[in-house]
Protein backbone atom coordinates (compact mmCIF):
# COMPACT_ATOMS: atom_id res chain seq x y z
CA UNK A 1 0.00 0.00 0.00
CA UNK A 2 1.69 3.11 -1.39
CA UNK A 3 -1.82 5.29 0.15
CA UNK A 4 -0.78 7.54 2.91
CA UNK A 5 -4.45 7.79 3.71
CA UNK A 6 -6.65 4.94 4.48
CA UNK A 7 -10.57 5.16 4.21
CA UNK A 8 -12.79 2.40 5.93
CA UNK A 9 -16.06 2.92 4.00
CA UNK A 10 -19.72 1.70 3.99
CA UNK A 11 -20.46 1.88 0.26
CA UNK A 12 -23.44 4.39 1.05
CA UNK A 13 -24.82 7.16 -1.12
CA UNK A 14 -22.29 9.60 0.53
CA UNK A 15 -19.46 7.93 -0.64
CA UNK A 16 -19.01 8.63 -4.54
CA UNK A 17 -19.40 12.09 -3.77
CA UNK A 18 -17.29 12.34 -1.40
CA UNK A 19 -14.34 10.68 -3.31
CA UNK A 20 -14.90 12.66 -6.16
CA UNK A 21 -14.41 15.86 -3.75
CA UNK A 22 -11.51 14.57 -2.40
CA UNK A 23 -10.11 14.31 -5.87
CA UNK A 24 -11.40 17.25 -7.25
CA UNK A 25 -9.88 19.90 -4.77
CA UNK A 26 -7.31 17.49 -2.77
CA UNK A 27 -6.20 14.59 -5.75
CA UNK A 28 -6.21 10.56 -4.98
CA UNK A 29 -2.59 9.93 -5.18
CA UNK A 30 -2.38 9.49 -0.89
CA UNK A 31 -5.41 8.05 -0.37
CA UNK A 32 -6.91 4.40 -0.50
CA UNK A 33 -10.25 4.28 -0.51
CA UNK A 34 -11.41 0.62 0.94
CA UNK A 35 -15.24 -0.58 0.18
CA UNK A 36 -17.10 -2.64 1.95
CA UNK A 37 -20.65 -3.38 1.07
CA UNK A 38 -23.30 -3.40 -1.75
CA UNK A 39 -21.44 -2.15 -4.44
CA UNK A 40 -24.19 -1.96 -7.06
CA UNK A 41 -26.44 0.29 -5.42
CA UNK A 42 -24.11 2.98 -4.86
CA UNK A 43 -21.13 2.56 -7.52
CA UNK A 44 -17.92 4.31 -7.27
CA UNK A 45 -15.66 4.32 -10.49
CA UNK A 46 -12.92 1.86 -9.81
CA UNK A 47 -9.45 3.45 -9.86
CA UNK A 48 -5.69 3.00 -8.62
CA UNK A 49 -7.07 4.58 -5.03
CA UNK A 50 -10.39 2.49 -4.82
CA UNK A 51 -10.65 -1.51 -3.93
CA UNK A 52 -13.64 -3.41 -2.91
CA UNK A 53 -14.25 -6.23 -1.28
CA UNK A 54 -16.05 -8.45 -4.03
CA UNK A 55 -18.72 -10.26 -2.65
CA UNK A 56 -18.29 -14.07 -1.28
CA UNK A 57 -17.03 -15.57 2.29
CA UNK A 58 -13.53 -16.14 1.09
CA UNK A 59 -13.16 -13.02 -0.84
CA UNK A 60 -14.50 -10.97 2.30
CA UNK A 61 -11.91 -12.97 4.89
CA UNK A 62 -8.91 -12.42 2.67
CA UNK A 63 -10.09 -8.44 1.96
CA UNK A 64 -10.28 -8.29 5.89
CA UNK A 65 -6.84 -9.57 6.02
CA UNK A 66 -5.44 -7.09 3.76
CA UNK A 67 -7.44 -4.35 5.57
CA UNK A 68 -5.42 -5.16 8.57
CA UNK A 69 -2.51 -5.25 6.45
CA UNK A 70 -3.51 -1.67 5.13
CA UNK A 71 -4.11 -0.17 8.60
CA UNK A 72 -0.77 -0.98 9.50
CA UNK A 73 0.96 1.16 7.09
CA UNK A 74 -1.35 3.85 6.66
CA UNK A 75 -0.15 6.79 8.48
CA UNK A 76 -4.26 8.17 9.24
CA UNK A 77 -6.97 5.70 9.30
CA UNK A 78 -10.46 7.35 8.24
CA UNK A 79 -13.46 5.11 9.40
CA UNK A 80 -16.46 6.28 7.34
CA UNK A 81 -19.05 5.78 10.24
CA UNK A 82 -18.36 2.45 13.09
CA UNK A 83 -21.36 0.16 11.81
CA UNK A 84 -19.79 -2.64 11.15
CA UNK A 85 -19.34 -5.92 13.37
CA UNK A 86 -15.98 -6.98 11.53
CA UNK A 87 -14.57 -3.36 11.67
CA UNK A 88 -15.37 -3.36 15.37
CA UNK A 89 -13.69 -6.66 16.41
CA UNK A 90 -10.14 -5.87 14.01
CA UNK A 91 -9.69 -2.70 15.90
CA UNK A 92 -10.58 -4.15 19.02
CA UNK A 93 -7.70 -6.86 18.65
CA UNK A 94 -5.21 -3.67 16.77
CA UNK A 95 -6.13 -1.38 19.67
CA UNK A 96 -2.45 0.17 18.71
CA UNK A 97 -3.81 1.59 15.38
CA UNK A 98 -6.57 3.40 17.02
CA UNK A 99 -4.48 6.35 17.92
CA UNK A 100 -4.35 7.26 14.49
CA UNK A 101 -8.08 6.64 13.69
CA UNK A 102 -10.55 9.57 12.49
CA UNK A 103 -13.87 8.45 13.18
CA UNK A 104 -16.45 10.38 11.31
CA UNK A 105 -19.37 9.87 13.28
CA UNK A 106 -22.51 9.12 11.15
CA UNK A 107 -25.01 9.54 14.15
CA UNK A 108 -26.72 6.18 13.43
CA UNK A 109 -23.75 4.25 14.45
CA UNK A 110 -23.07 6.18 17.70
CA UNK A 111 -27.00 5.97 18.74
CA UNK A 112 -26.04 2.08 18.48
CA UNK A 113 -25.93 2.68 22.07
CA UNK A 114 -29.69 3.13 22.71
CA UNK A 115 -31.16 1.98 19.42
CA UNK A 116 -29.68 -1.72 19.09
CA UNK A 117 -29.86 -1.93 23.26
CA UNK A 118 -33.14 -4.51 23.29
CA UNK A 119 -31.26 -6.39 20.50
CA UNK A 120 -29.96 -9.89 20.35
CA UNK A 121 -26.35 -9.91 21.00
CA UNK A 122 -26.20 -6.30 22.30
CA UNK A 123 -24.06 -6.81 25.17
CA UNK A 124 -21.60 -8.83 23.03
CA UNK A 125 -21.20 -5.79 20.69
CA UNK A 126 -20.68 -3.33 23.40
CA UNK A 127 -17.94 -5.57 24.62
CA UNK A 128 -15.90 -4.78 21.41
CA UNK A 129 -17.39 -1.31 20.92
CA UNK A 130 -16.87 0.49 24.36
CA UNK A 131 -12.79 -0.05 24.04
CA UNK A 132 -12.70 1.00 20.58
CA UNK A 133 -14.59 4.13 20.76
CA UNK A 134 -12.97 4.70 24.20
CA UNK A 135 -9.46 4.85 22.99
CA UNK A 136 -10.57 6.70 19.24
CA UNK A 137 -7.56 8.69 18.46
CA UNK A 138 -9.75 11.54 16.80
CA UNK A 139 -13.57 12.09 16.74
CA UNK A 140 -14.99 13.62 13.58
CA UNK A 141 -18.75 15.43 13.39
CA UNK A 142 -19.93 18.92 12.87
CA UNK A 143 -22.74 18.11 15.87
CA UNK A 144 -20.96 19.11 19.21
CA UNK A 145 -23.80 17.10 21.08
CA UNK A 146 -22.94 13.91 19.33
CA UNK A 147 -19.24 14.09 20.64
CA UNK A 148 -20.55 15.07 24.46
CA UNK A 149 -22.81 11.71 23.80
CA UNK A 150 -19.88 9.76 22.97
CA UNK A 151 -17.84 10.56 25.70
CA UNK A 152 -20.66 10.18 28.12
CA UNK A 153 -21.85 6.77 26.80
CA UNK A 154 -18.17 5.69 25.91
CA UNK A 155 -15.62 7.69 28.10
CA UNK A 156 -14.37 9.13 24.60
CA UNK A 157 -11.22 10.27 25.21
CA UNK A 158 -10.46 10.95 21.25
CA UNK A 159 -9.60 15.03 19.75
CA UNK A 160 -12.39 16.47 18.90
CA UNK A 161 -12.24 17.92 15.05
CA UNK A 162 -15.04 19.69 13.35
CA UNK A 163 -15.91 19.10 9.81
CA UNK A 164 -18.87 19.54 7.88
CA UNK A 165 -17.89 15.71 6.36
CA UNK A 166 -20.25 15.36 3.16
CA UNK A 167 -20.82 17.44 0.20
CA UNK A 168 -24.41 16.83 0.73
CA UNK A 169 -24.20 18.70 3.99
CA UNK A 170 -23.40 21.72 2.09
CA UNK A 171 -25.32 25.13 1.35
CA UNK A 172 -26.82 24.86 -2.07
CA UNK A 173 -27.74 27.56 -4.26
CA UNK A 174 -30.57 26.85 -5.91
CA UNK A 175 -32.81 29.02 -7.90
CA UNK A 176 -36.42 28.85 -6.84
CA UNK A 177 -39.24 29.18 -8.67
CA UNK A 178 -42.29 31.16 -7.64
CA UNK A 179 -44.60 29.41 -5.88
CA UNK A 180 -48.82 30.48 -5.76
CA UNK A 181 -50.47 31.07 -3.10
CA UNK A 182 -52.40 28.44 -1.26
CA UNK A 183 -51.65 24.82 -0.90
CA UNK A 184 -48.97 24.45 1.36
CA UNK A 185 -46.34 21.15 0.62
CA UNK A 186 -45.62 19.06 3.74
CA UNK A 187 -42.68 17.33 3.69
CA UNK A 188 -42.55 14.12 6.51
CA UNK A 189 -38.83 12.44 7.22
CA UNK A 190 -36.05 11.71 5.07
CA UNK A 191 -36.19 7.93 5.07
CA UNK A 192 -38.15 4.93 5.65
CA UNK A 193 -36.57 3.88 8.75
CA UNK A 194 -38.50 4.02 11.63
CA UNK A 195 -36.38 6.28 13.57
CA UNK A 196 -38.25 8.89 11.34
CA UNK A 197 -41.61 8.45 13.79
CA UNK A 198 -43.83 8.59 11.11
CA UNK A 199 -47.08 7.72 13.06
CA UNK A 200 -46.68 10.44 15.30
CA UNK A 201 -45.52 12.88 12.93
CA UNK A 202 -48.99 12.29 11.04
CA UNK A 203 -50.86 12.35 14.21
CA UNK A 204 -49.01 16.07 14.78
CA UNK A 205 -50.46 17.44 11.12
CA UNK A 206 -53.75 15.31 11.09
CA UNK A 207 -55.34 18.18 12.51
CA UNK A 208 -54.95 20.48 9.80
CA UNK A 209 -55.78 17.70 6.79
CA UNK A 210 -58.76 19.33 5.98
CA UNK A 211 -56.35 22.51 4.99
CA UNK A 212 -54.92 22.65 1.71
CA UNK A 213 -52.15 21.05 1.81
CA UNK A 214 -49.73 17.89 0.50
CA UNK A 215 -47.48 15.74 2.35
CA UNK A 216 -44.46 14.24 0.59
CA UNK A 217 -43.13 11.44 2.27
CA UNK A 218 -39.61 10.13 1.26
CA UNK A 219 -39.47 6.05 1.59
CA UNK A 220 -37.19 5.29 -1.05
CA UNK A 221 -34.61 4.01 1.75
CA UNK A 222 -34.36 2.17 4.84
CA UNK A 223 -36.54 -0.25 6.36
CA UNK A 224 -38.96 -1.52 3.22
CA UNK A 225 -41.58 -3.14 5.41
CA UNK A 226 -41.71 0.48 7.03
CA UNK A 227 -42.44 1.96 3.88
CA UNK A 228 -45.38 0.00 2.96
CA UNK A 229 -46.76 0.53 6.66
CA UNK A 230 -46.18 4.02 6.60
CA UNK A 231 -47.67 4.70 3.33
CA UNK A 232 -50.75 2.83 4.40
CA UNK A 233 -50.89 4.96 7.77
CA UNK A 234 -50.51 8.00 5.27
CA UNK A 235 -53.43 7.37 2.96
CA UNK A 236 -55.70 6.54 6.13
CA UNK A 237 -55.35 9.80 7.48
CA UNK A 238 -54.84 12.49 4.34
CA UNK A 239 -56.08 10.09 1.84
CA UNK A 240 -54.91 11.40 -1.99
CA UNK A 241 -53.32 14.15 -0.22
CA UNK A 242 -50.12 12.35 0.33
CA UNK A 243 -47.53 11.07 -2.25
CA UNK A 244 -44.78 8.77 -1.07
CA UNK A 245 -41.76 8.52 -2.91
CA UNK A 246 -40.81 5.09 -2.91
CA UNK A 247 -37.84 5.33 -5.67
CA UNK A 248 -35.12 6.71 -5.54
CA UNK A 249 -34.68 9.99 -7.44
CA UNK A 250 -31.64 11.95 -9.44
CA UNK A 251 -30.12 14.14 -7.12
CA UNK A 252 -31.43 17.46 -9.49
CA UNK A 253 -35.17 16.27 -9.73
CA UNK A 254 -34.90 15.53 -5.69
CA UNK A 255 -33.71 18.50 -5.35
CA UNK A 256 -36.49 19.99 -7.42
CA UNK A 257 -38.85 18.35 -5.40
CA UNK A 258 -37.32 20.13 -2.01
CA UNK A 259 -37.45 23.48 -3.29
CA UNK A 260 -41.32 23.10 -3.74
CA UNK A 261 -41.46 22.18 0.23
CA UNK A 262 -43.05 24.46 2.42
CA UNK A 263 -42.71 22.72 5.95
CA UNK A 264 -40.66 19.90 6.73
CA UNK A 265 -40.93 17.73 9.69
CA UNK A 266 -38.22 15.52 10.87
CA UNK A 267 -39.25 13.91 13.85
CA UNK A 268 -36.34 11.69 15.02
CA UNK A 269 -35.19 11.20 18.57
CA UNK A 270 -31.03 11.51 17.40
CA UNK A 271 -28.99 12.99 15.17
CA UNK A 272 -30.37 12.01 11.51
CA UNK A 273 -31.41 13.39 8.02
CA UNK A 274 -28.65 16.42 8.24
CA UNK A 275 -28.37 16.29 4.65
CA UNK A 276 -31.75 17.27 3.89
CA UNK A 277 -32.02 19.76 6.74
CA UNK A 278 -29.52 21.76 5.91
CA UNK A 279 -30.73 21.95 2.11
CA UNK A 280 -34.13 23.20 3.08
CA UNK A 281 -33.14 25.34 5.62
CA UNK A 282 -30.63 26.99 3.17
CA UNK A 283 -33.97 27.53 0.60
CA UNK A 284 -35.40 29.21 3.96
CA UNK A 285 -38.26 26.25 4.30
CA UNK A 286 -39.57 26.03 7.24
CA UNK A 287 -38.43 23.20 9.38
CA UNK A 288 -39.36 21.35 12.32
CA UNK A 289 -36.89 19.54 14.90
CA UNK A 290 -37.70 17.43 18.27
CA UNK A 291 -36.38 19.05 21.16
CA UNK A 292 -33.21 18.22 23.23
CA UNK A 293 -31.94 16.24 20.10
CA UNK A 294 -27.89 17.33 19.14
CA UNK A 295 -28.70 18.75 15.52
CA UNK A 296 -31.57 21.21 17.14
CA UNK A 297 -29.18 22.30 19.95
CA UNK A 298 -26.61 22.86 16.61
CA UNK A 299 -29.06 24.79 15.20
CA UNK A 300 -29.94 26.26 18.28
CA UNK A 301 -26.50 27.40 18.89
CA UNK A 302 -25.71 28.87 15.14
CA UNK A 303 -28.85 31.29 15.49
CA UNK A 304 -30.97 29.43 12.79
CA UNK A 305 -33.98 29.49 13.37
CA UNK A 306 -36.33 25.96 13.74
CA UNK A 307 -39.15 25.01 15.80
CA UNK A 308 -40.34 22.27 17.88
CA UNK A 309 -42.06 19.45 16.65
CA UNK A 310 -44.50 19.69 19.58
CA UNK A 311 -45.86 22.57 18.56
CA UNK A 312 -46.40 22.45 15.09
CA UNK A 313 -48.61 24.45 12.83
CA UNK A 314 -48.78 26.04 9.10
CA UNK A 315 -47.50 29.23 10.01
CA UNK A 316 -44.36 29.90 8.00
CA UNK A 317 -41.36 31.90 8.60
CA UNK A 318 -41.02 35.29 8.28
CA UNK A 319 -39.60 37.03 4.77
CA UNK A 320 -36.65 38.06 8.04
CA UNK A 321 -36.33 34.48 9.43
CA UNK A 322 -36.26 33.03 5.77
CA UNK A 323 -33.32 35.23 4.97
CA UNK A 324 -31.17 35.14 8.32
CA UNK A 325 -31.25 31.41 7.81
CA UNK A 326 -30.42 31.50 4.01
CA UNK A 327 -27.51 33.57 5.14
CA UNK A 328 -25.84 31.77 8.08
CA UNK A 329 -26.36 28.18 6.53
CA UNK A 330 -24.60 30.33 3.35
CA UNK A 331 -21.83 30.85 5.76
CA UNK A 332 -21.97 27.72 8.10
CA UNK A 333 -22.22 25.00 5.88
CA UNK A 334 -19.89 26.66 2.94
CA UNK A 335 -17.75 24.71 0.58
CA UNK A 336 -14.22 26.54 1.47
CA UNK A 337 -15.17 25.33 4.86
CA UNK A 338 -15.53 21.55 4.48
CA UNK A 339 -12.10 21.76 2.07
CA UNK A 340 -10.12 23.31 5.01
CA UNK A 341 -11.44 21.05 7.52
CA UNK A 342 -11.01 18.03 5.65
CA UNK A 343 -7.52 18.96 4.82
CA UNK A 344 -6.82 19.66 8.91
CA UNK A 345 -8.02 15.48 9.06
CA UNK A 346 -5.91 14.74 6.34
CA UNK A 347 -2.63 16.57 7.56
CA UNK A 348 -2.22 18.29 4.08
Known amino acids: M?????HVCNTDKFIPSFISFVEEYMGLDEHLFFLIGDHQQHPVRQTQSVEKIPQGALSHFLGYMRLAFYMHRAER???HGLSKKKIEKLLFFMPWVLKKCYWLIWGSDLYLYK????????????????PVIKKMGHLVTYVEGDVALARQWYGAEGIYHEC??????LYKAYKLEEK???RINIQVGNSSDTANNHADAFDKIAPYKENDIHLYVPLSYGNAKNAVKVQQEGKVIFGKKVTALRDFL????????LASIDIAVFNHKRQQAMGNIITLL????????????AHKELFDRLEIACFDVENFSLELLSAEEREKNVARVREVFSQERLINQLRDIFGR
Do not use: D
Open 2 to 6: KSKIL
Open 180 to 182: AEG
Open 282 to 293: GMGKTVYLREGV
Open 115 to 130: TARHKKGWKKREFFRR
Open 77 to 79: IIL
Open 250 to 257: PLQEYYRI
Open 164 to 169: LIYPSN
